[in-house]
Every structure is written in structure tokens, then in C-alpha cells.
């Protein structure tokens, strides 16, 4: 079957404009996080979504960044004004209903590479 | 809370030779343990994982982990290196009946040389 997508898979945008990056997970994945990557940098979670229940925002650096999952399914991350510090990769993963040892991992997508100019 | 640790940002070793990426993890309840794999330009996908069913996990691509709850550690082995095992490893964790929101560690870089 079908993996997570992403889309695009660049983006180079120009300093004060604003970006929106997609995220299609496997089909029935109730969960669904959003992480960023900078260059050797490790994963930094950024939001996390379950089923119907309020989204996680806690990594969120600031308030330019929200996320939206609509009809428990695809899900999108804006980024308003960016700024050059926003430059990384953008990965989306989901995951089975948590809960369960054996569903607890993650499927990643390919991310999605940001620059900002 | 929970946090990962892996020691050495960059592994380099000769093919044929053993691999040896090392995870520390500290958590406080019982852990689930993760090996995830990233080659270039692609995500992360999923090498091997530990559930407390065996301490000792095989996963794919003749990887394989060991559960050390005395040592609190993770380590990931192979072997014998082959090319292709060049990539940037992850160690991540996530705690059982908490959050479900894993842990990743910074990433090892495996270089192999011919």
C-alpha cells in the first residue's frame, strides 16, 4: 500500500512570505506527527496530532508555525514570515492507534526541504 | 521525561568490519526502544524495535540490538559492514503507558570504507 506523502518536496521561498507544507499519512493512521530537521541536527518534534483529541503543540518554536489535520487525515503545516532559521527538513510520520507495544512505531515520509532566501 | 544519548556523531569503518552504534536512553518507566534508519534524502524507516518481548532484537538488513536495562543502553550492531549500510542512524524512545510522543537522539553518521 501507499507510505506517508509529502508535498513539495522543495520549497525555496523568500524571507517574510508564508509556506505551506502536506502531509498524507497511510490510510487509518490515527497519529500523526509533524518533526523538524535541521543539518546535523537530530529530529526536533513539532506537533502531534491523535484521532479527534486536541493536538500536542508543544514543540512548536513560536507562533508562526501552526498545524491543521483535517477529517483525521491530511494534515498541513504553516509557516508564516518565515525567516532563514526556518531553513530544514520538514518530515511528517504516522502511526497506528498508540497504545498498542506493537503498533508503536512510526512511518515516515521524505520530507519536505524548506529554504528560505 | 525521557532523553536518548548517542555517543559519536559520526561512525567510520571498513566494509567487512564491525559495526557498532551505541544508544543510551534514560526513562522512567519502562521503555520502547527504536532503530531507525535514514538514507540520503529519504525519511526515516524503521530498522528494528524493542517491546519487551526479547531483550535481543533482530531487525533487517542483519542489524540487531540488545536491551540492557542494568546498563540502560541500546547498542546497535551488524556483523559485517556493507556499503550500502551508509547512512544516519537513529535511536529513539518512547515511554510505555505516557506519552506517546517519541525521543530521538541526534543521529549517528555510518561511513563505510572500501
Known amino acids: 500500500g501507499a507510505g506517508v506523502s509529502q508535498s513539495p518536496s522543495n520549497k525555496v521561498t523568500e524571507k517574510g512570505k508564508d509556506v505551506e507544507l502536506r502531509c498524507d499519512p497511510i490510510s487509518g493512521h490515527t497519529a500523526l506527527y509533524w518533526y523538524r530537521q535541521s543539518l546535523g541536527q537530530g529530529l526536533e518534534f513539532l506537533i502531534y496530532f491523535q484521532g479527534n483529541s486536541a493536538p500536542d503543540k508543544s514543540g512548536l518554536p513560536s507562533d508562526r508555525f501552526s498545524a491543521e489535520r483535517t477529517g483525521g487525515s491530511v494534515s498541513t503545516l504553516t509557516i508564516q514570515r518565515t525567516q532563514q532559521e526556518d531553513s530544514a527538513v520538514y518530515l511528517c510520520?504516522?502511526?497506528?492507534?498508540?497504545?498498542?507495544?506493537?503498533?508503536?512505531?512510526?512511518?515516515f515520509g521524505p520530507g519536505t526541504r524548506l529554504t528560505v532566501l | 521525561a525521557q532523553s536518548v544519548t548517542q555517543l559519536g556523531s559520526h561512525v567510520s569503518v571498513s566494509e567487512g568490519a564491525l559495526v557498532l552504534l551505541r544508544c543510551n536512553y534514560s526513562s522512567s518507566v519502562p521503555p520502547y526502544l527504536f532503530w531507525y534508519v535514514q538514507y540520503p534524502n529519504q525519511g526515516l524507516q524503521l530498522l528494528l524495535k524493542?517491546?519487551?518481548?526479547?531483550?535481543l532484537v533482530k531487525g533487517i538488513n542483519g542489524f540487531e540490538a540488545e536491551f540492557k536495562k542494568s546498563e540502560t543502553s541500546f547498542h546497535l550492531t551488524k556483523p559485517s559492514a556493507h556499503m550500502s549500510d551508509a547512512a544516519e542512524y537513529f535511536c529513539?524512545?518512547?515511554?510505555?503507558?505516557?506519552?506517546?510522543?517519541?525521543?530521538f537522539g541526534r543521529g549517528t553518521s555510518l561511513i563505510v570504507h572500501p
Open positions: 510520520a504516522s502511526s497506528p492507534e498508540p497504545g498498542l507495544a506493537i503498533n508503536n512505531e512510526q512511518f
Open positions: 529513539a524512545v518512547s515511554a510505555s503507558g505516557g506519552s506517546y510522543i517519541p525521543t
Open positions: 524493542y517491546t519487551s518481548a526479547a531483550t
